[in-house]
């Protein structure tokens, strides 16, 4: 069971907008800044938002992090078909002193 | 061009220990946390251990913890991960990465990674 909540599974059809929530405690995202990655099938994962809300060079605005309280979600709008991968929120635990993953988000476009 | 190159892993038994090893190129190593993060068959990214730029602050997953052991080589820009004791449960693809200690344009860095199979 992974410190971090995710739900395993969400979905949208092309153009729409889907949420991936993350859900910690005060130990983790409720102390530090919250980072997700998207992973496609055989590849390393690959930072999609860091600092919460900040996308590296290359991250469309289409997507956008928000982080209140010890919970954080990715919201991806204009949902297109490239899109479909595994995404993970991931933080400092500052209890276990690890970095800690969320169990990932498969996202479908359907 | 930004490289992270890994070699070591394979097969090995319970029991039995393996090196892994990261050579960086295209970016200024020493400056960077390091991390090693496994991803076992079908699961998600599992955090294993990181070392400060200096390598005198390092933390361990707890389950590799008193097994594993992560160093790192400056003047080389080399990362290393000795495991020790290696268990069926360490079977995983292992990457090094710089994780969230960005570099420039906000961008990570990831190797190709390893294959380790723990089996007897």
């Known amino acids: 069971q992974s410190v971090l909540t995710q739900p395993p599974s969400a979905s949208g059809t092309p153009g729409q907008r889907v949420t991936i929530s993350c859900s910690g405690s005060?130990?983790?995202?409720?102390?530090?800044?919250v980072y997700w990655y998207r992973q496609l099938p055989g590849t390393a994962p690959k930072l999609l938002m860091y600092?919460?809300?900040q996308r590296p060079s290359g991250v469309p605005d289409r997507f956008s992090g928000s982080k209140s309280g010890a919970s954080a979600s990715l919201a991806i709008s204009g949902l297109r078909s490239d899109d479909e991968a595994d995404y993970y929120c991931?933080?400092?635990?500052?209890?276990?002193?690890?970095?800690?993953f969320g169990g990932g988000t498969k996202l479908t476009v359907l | 061009e930004v490289q992270l190159v890994q070699s070591g892993g394979g097969l090995e038994q319970p029991g039995g220990s393996l090196r892994l090893s990261c050579e960086a190129s295209?970016?200024?190593?020493?400056?960077?946390?390091m991390n090693w993060v496994r991803q076992a068959p079908g699961k998600g990214p599992e955090w294993v251990a990181n070392?400060?730029?200096?390598?005198?602050?390092?933390y361990y997953l707890a389950s590799v913890k008193g097994r594993f052991t992560i160093s790192r080589d400056n003047a080389r820009n080399s990362l290393y991960l000795q495991m020790n004791s290696l268990r069926v449960e360490d079977t995983a693809v292992y990457y090094c990465?710089?994780?969230?200690?960005?570099?420039?344009?906000?961008?990570?860095?990831w190797g190709q990674g390893s294959l380790v199979t723990v089996s007897s």
């Open positions: 295209g970016f200024t190593f020493g400056t960077y946390w």
């Open positions: 991931a933080t400092w635990d500052d209890r276990l002193k690890s970095v800690v």
């Open positions: 600092w919460s809300d």
């Open positions: 005060s130990s983790n995202i409720g102390r530090d800044s």
């Open positions: 990465t710089t994780l969230w200690d960005l570099g420039v344009g906000a961008l990570d860095y």
């Open positions: 070392i400060r730029q200096d390598g005198n602050e390092i």
